[in-house]
């Protein structure tokens, strides 16, 4: 086991093009949740997958972004016309049914120019 | 709706001081809360995660605390070292979710 693994951990792109980020969360664990975080502020809630099905998203999760978790395995977030507003730490996590805390991957950065 | 506040905003201490960092929470009705360490730049690392059941929680140097009914949390740094420093966030769930709600951290130096 791993770990959450996130792809990339880096991402710079142009205003207006769409970006796609992956998360790889604990093999075992069925629940899934999407942060963004930005400087000198704590994580905020974006959207969150128990197996495949999406249960809450976010007020902040506008209709630029999109979350998709297929096969209950892997996530993908998906940001379309990207703004400068978009930068900022992407961060993927993974629990286990039941309360057993979050375990976080490191983080994709993104920087839109 | 479920606040998370945490004091200090930022906190200078020499090596080997033992220190506080305070986390307090508006809806009461957690199954657990959680605390974890951030290096500028990278995730989150999990340091501690207390059940409702539980009062305290200790790992090596660390030692958190959980008072459900005042809605605060502590998290006691024994003898710090200048790698004790990041930042600290507390977590504790919206209620009737599975969802962290997280507080601003306490960015911690210790210095040599």
């Known amino acids: 086991d791993t770990g959450v693994s996130q792809n990339p951990r880096h991402k710079i792109t142009k205003r207006g093009q769409n970006v796609t980020f992956r998360c790889d969360p604990i093999s075992e664990h069925n629940r899934l949740y999407w942060y963004r975080q930005t400087l000198g502020q704590g994580p905020e809630f974006l959207t969150y997958?128990?197996?495949?099905?999406?249960?809450?998203k976010s007020r902040l999760l506008s209709d630029r972004f999109s979350a998709e978790r297929p096969k209950g395995s892997f996530s993908t977030l998906e940001i379309q016309r990207t703004e400068q507003g978009d930068s900022a730490m992407y961060l993927c996590a993974s629990s286990l049914e039941g309360e057993s805390g979050y375990t976080f991957g490191s983080g994709t950065r993104l920087t839109v120019v | 709706k479920q606040e998370v506040t945490q004091i200090p905003a930022a906190l200078s201490v020499p090596e080997g001081e033992n220190l506080v960092l305070n986390c307090s929470f508006t809806?009461?009705?957690?199954?657990?809360l959680q605390w974890f360490r951030q290096d500028p730049g990278k995730g989150l690392t999990s340091l501690l995660l207390i059940q409702s059941s539980q009062r305290e929680q200790t790992s090596g140097r660390l030692n958190a605390s959980l008072d459900k009914s005042s809605g605060r949390s502590t998290l006691y740094i024994a003898a710090s070292q200048p790698g004790d420093s990041a930042t600290y966030l507390c977590a504790a769930p919206s209620s009737g979710t599975y969802k962290y709600i997280f507080g601003t951290g306490t960015r911690l130096k210790v210095l040599a």
């Open positions: 809806d009461s009705a957690i199954y657990n």
């Open positions: 997958f128990q197996n495949e099905a999406q249960l809450e």
